[in-house]
């Protein structure tokens, strides 16, 4: 049953350790927990928060309700990792407590300010009377030792010009300043994105430098988890602009994660000069709030939300909803966006067979593989994954070599969700080659096409004994058992 407003906003301390558990039994017994990704161990997930390298180890906070698989009132949970591969949940880490977050720590980003000081920027989001909202940009310092020590005020107010919707502040060093920007809604209900700009070292002032400049066209009523990365020295910014007209570029779900590439970042102007067409980020079904950041040692790291707002899932007859996608590498090719998994997880690979796909049912133990397939010149063929024996019931992904075309669709599957959006997706890639690396997981599915050309990252929910593969034509396939 759908939860109220003073539900959704319940203090934590008012849930009994009673019905902790019990989500907790429910959650872990839950036939569609993954089993190499990062879900929450209860209630729900949403944005990847904060994703930084920190004292030695990457840091990945996300956005959680600990208490049901419901939008609650969000803290923000760790997770760490020296590989990417193997993560330690360390647990709840910003908590909504204060006049200035009181009613959710929303979406935010990190900065290493030293060794022992990872500075933290996000959104306190505090309700008043009549549920107006009142949004604050706050500033939080993580230490070395795992304690948060929350700035007594807000870092950033909202200036004059914008409703309440601005929030999710991404941080970015770049010619030997820090800024960050900010996801908005103008009064005239545009969305935009604002640039700020730190005016000490501590990050403790910040001055508001403008709207970004990246498009000609109007962004929807709002732009939600901005942020820029550097790529060959390439802006590129990814965004998730809410209400965008179909005409300025075109999507399927509800609201895309979209990008562009600019030439430079003119500091002066706050502009992306030579900012070219929005992309898609992901042709799949579910992907957004992705976050990017500059690692240290040169790569570009992202990790996206499997998952959209208002969205009913499955999984939430479980006690939970939402989980992260793998850990993406984000590069340029001839100009153009790559995005692939992070070289570090062939790691989780063991358990490698050739196998040849066919008519006839090849079972496998479990949806926690990769498959790798290579289709050439005009070959076609449709691949059948999560099938049932007789394959009356799967996801299929028909691949289309000569126009380059992939459609991937969830029709047939025993769980029907999510319909209003359609039950089919596809993606356009070079033609003449298709070589498609796909991550199954337990209920996610990521296909990534030549090397990350395109992408296209979905949920998909089925009974447990749909592990059968079948194509329509033979073709060979390498498959390899994921770890967990
Ligand atoms: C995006 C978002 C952000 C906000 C957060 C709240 O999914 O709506 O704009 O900060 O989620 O959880």
């Not at 010149?377 to 289309?400: C, G, M, P, R, T």
Request: hydrophobic share 35%.
């Amino acid at each position: 049953k759908p939860w109220t407003s003073a539900e959704r906003y319940r203090p934590y301390a008012d849930y009994s350790a009673d019905y902790a558990t019990a989500l907790t039994t429910a959650v872990d017994t839950s036939a569609y927990k993954n089993t190499y990704h990062i879900q929450p161990k209860t209630g729900l997930l949403n944005d990847p928060n904060g994703f930084s390298f920190f004292n030695g180890k990457y840091h990945l906070f996300y956005q959680v309700f600990p208490y049901g698989p419901v939008h609650g009132i969000k803290s923000w949970a760790l997770m760490t990792s020296p590989d990417l591969i193997h993560w330690t949940d360390e647990g709840l880490k910003l908590f909504p407590d204060t006049i200035f977050d009181s009613h959710g720590a929303y979406s935010g980003s990190a900065l290493p300010l030293s060794e022992k000081e990872l500075f933290l920027f996000y959104t306190g989001n505090t309700r008043g009377e009549n549920n107006s909202r009142d949004a604050y940009q706050n500033g939080a310092i993580y230490t070395q030792t795992g304690d948060i020590h929350k700035f007594d005020a807000p870092l950033l107010r909202t200036p004059e010009g914008y409703t309440d919707h601005f929030r999710d502040p991404m941080i970015f060093d770049t010619h030997g300043h820090k800024f960050a920007i900010i996801g908005a809604q103008t009064c005239e209900e545009k969305g935009t994105v604002v640039l700020a700009q730190a005016t000490n070292d501590s990050l403790t002032a910040w001055d508001y430098k403008g709207q970004l400049q990246f498009a000609q066209e109007e962004m929807g009523y709002m732009i939600e988890c901005p942020n820029l990365v550097f790529i060959d020295k390439k802006p590129v910014l990814l965004f998730c602009p809410q209400g965008l007209d179909k005409s300025i570029a075109d999507y399927d779900n509800v609201f895309p994660n979209m990008y562009v590439i600019a030439d430079d970042f003119d500091v002066e102007s706050a502009t992306l000069t030579q900012a070219g067409k929005l992309h898609n980020l992901d042709d799949g079904f579910e992907v957004y709030a992705t976050q990017a950041f500059n690692a240290p040692d040169g790569r570009v790291l992202a990790s996206s939300w499997l998952g959209l707002p208002d969205l009913d899932v499955p999984s939430q007859a479980d006690g939970w909803q939402g989980m992260l996608s793998l850990v993406k590498e984000l590069t340029l090719k001839n100009g153009q966006l790559y995005q692939y998994p992070v070289v570090e997880t062939i790691s989780l690979r063991h358990e490698k067979q050739n196998i040849t796909l066919s008519e006839v049912a090849t079972t496998i133990d479990s949806n926690s593989y990769e498959l790798e397939i290579e289709l050439r010149q005009d070959e076609e063929n449709e691949l059948y994954l999560f099938a049932n024996d007789d394959n009356s019931s799967h996801v299929s992904l028909k691949i289309d070599v000569k126009n380059g075309k992939i459609e991937l669709n969830r029709a047939n599957l025993p769980v029907s969700w999510s319909e209003n959006y359609g039950v089919t997706r596809s993606t356009q890639f070079t033609p003449g080659k298709a070589k498609l690396n796909i991550f199954a997981d337990t209920s996610s599915l990521e296909i990534f096409v030549n090397d990350g050309e395109k992408v296209m990252s979905s949920r998909i929910f089925t009974v447990p004994e749909n592990t059968y593969l079948f194509a329509k034509n033979s073709l060979p396939a390498t498959i390899w058992q994921l770890k967990k």
